[in-house]
């Protein structure tokens, strides 16, 4: 069965569960999201700290005037990406809360059995700036050790998100439920979960048209026709879930937009890696609606959310590629910066989750905007040399 199969089905068990509210039962699923969520904010700094050492010692590696167009046009669409999510979340989220569906504080807070502290070895902040400094460092000084150690330690971590993580999520997410069934407050969280979805894919999806007309009106091309020529890769990636299962349908249909080869076979399997403009709308549209409903927090304003969405869109750069890999590496900042609570971060990410297929369909979608951009502004000069190609080496999600 599928990952979101499996998440729907932990869902459903653990609303039947909280419903029941037998009180050991109960106690032990708090225990539960206790434990695992303390063992996600240990690993978060590791992802960060090793994926972004990892990524920039490689592109480091690399030079030319297209690889710093694709990568500063990458990062660009997704803070503008962040920022339009924002003034979509922000006008139309705090209009749900009139239909009734704010989430309530409810009864007192059911104790686990016991607690267990695990705290990290860093700080978000701490391993976010020594990930600069040590992979612009081994950009520099072409240190083999210490590149070795950094992949290393990121196919350690990546090992643990796949081995270990994501495949415990659906328990994970079920405890969630679990609590909130029994607290009396899931059905408004459900309610909250289907609007906040229309609202992120609606988002998406005139990002996308955003995307386009900018890289039409660059190229003198029709942005429709070029927004319609990447439809195979959109719905490619709604099934595979994965930007990097895509690459081949979307070098196909980035060449049709009259992307010459050399680019194409040069920025489509880069953005596959750095560019998450889908994923960073549904971070943020998840972000708003979840301060929006819970109790203990209120609407962010624009100045809460412009360092964190500028924040998000580095930290997506080197996100892992696994499902839930996106929103596992901005749970940091999202702590850090804006305060989440365990009970936050873990509906952030069930909402994530959910919304996999669809976050991963605008990432790549939005790749052929940005392929047309670059092919626009490296004519003569591709900076590509042989087989200076870069293989994507992560499998994307909605991430």
């Known amino acids: ?5 499996k998440l729907v089905l932990g869902i459903i068990a653990g609303i039947l569960i909280g419903l029941l509210n037998i009180d050991p039962v109960t106690q032990l699923f708090v225990t539960i999201k206790g434990l695992f969520g303390q063992f996600i904010g240990f690993v978060i700094p590791f992802l960060i700290l090793f994926f972004i050492v990892s990524g920039i010692s490689k592109l480091g590696d690399k ?15 997704s803070l503008l990406a962040g920022l339009f999510a924002f003034a979509m ?4 989220i705090p209009l749900l809360s009139n239909e009734g569906t704010s989430v309530a504080g409810g009864q007192e807070g059911i104790e686990p059995f016991f607690h267990f502290e695990i705290d990290p070895v860093m700080g978000v902040l701490t391993a976010l700036v020594a990930a600069f400094l040590f992979g612009i460092g081994i950009a520099k000084t072409k240190s083999l050790t210490l590149m070795r150690f950094s992949d290393e330690g990121k196919n350690i971590i990546d090992m643990v998100l796949s081995k270990v993580i994501v495949p415990f999520l659906p328990i994970y997410i079920a405890s969630i439920f679990v609590e909130l069934a029994a607290k009396g407050e899931v059905f408004n969280i459900l309610k909250v979960f289907g609007m906040v979805l229309l609202i992120g894919v609606v988002s998406q999806s005139l990002w996308l048209i955003i995307q386009f007309s900018v890289a039409g009106a660059l190229t003198k091309q029709n942005p429709f026709v070029l927004l319609k020529s990447m439809l195979p890769a959109y719905f490619t990636a709604i099934g595979t879930m994965s930007s990097a299962a895509t690459i081949p349908v979307t070098l196909e249909q980035v060449k049709k937009n009259n992307v010459k080869e050399e680019v194409a076979d040069f920025v489509v399997p ?3 890696t750095i560019h998450l403009s889908g994923s960073v709308i549904t971070i943020v549209v998840n972000t708003i609606a979840i301060m929006n409903f819970l109790p203990d927090f209120a609407l962010p304003t624009f100045g809460n959310m412009l360092p964190f969405i500028a924040m998000l869109s580095v930290i997506m750069v080197a996100a892992p590629g696994v499902p839930g890999g996106a929103v596992m590496a901005a749970v940091g900042i999202l702590t850090s910066m804006l305060g ?8 952030i990410i069930a909402l994530h989750m959910t919304q996999d297929g669809f976050g991963t369909a605008a990432n790549i979608t939005g790749d052929g905007a940005i392929s047309t951009i670059v092919n626009k502004f490296s004519e003569g000069d591709s900076g590509v040399k042989g087989n200076e190609i870069p293989v994507a080496t992560n499998d994307r999600e909605a991430v």
């Open 1 to 5: 069965m599928k990952l979101i199969g």
């Open 63 to 77: 030079s030319g005037k297209m690889v710093g167009v694709t990568v500063g046009t990458a990062y660009l669409s």
């Open 89 to 92: 979340a922000i006008t139309f």
């Open 270 to 272: 880069l953005c596959a």
């Open 340 to 347: 989440f609570t365990e009970l936050a971060v873990g509906l």
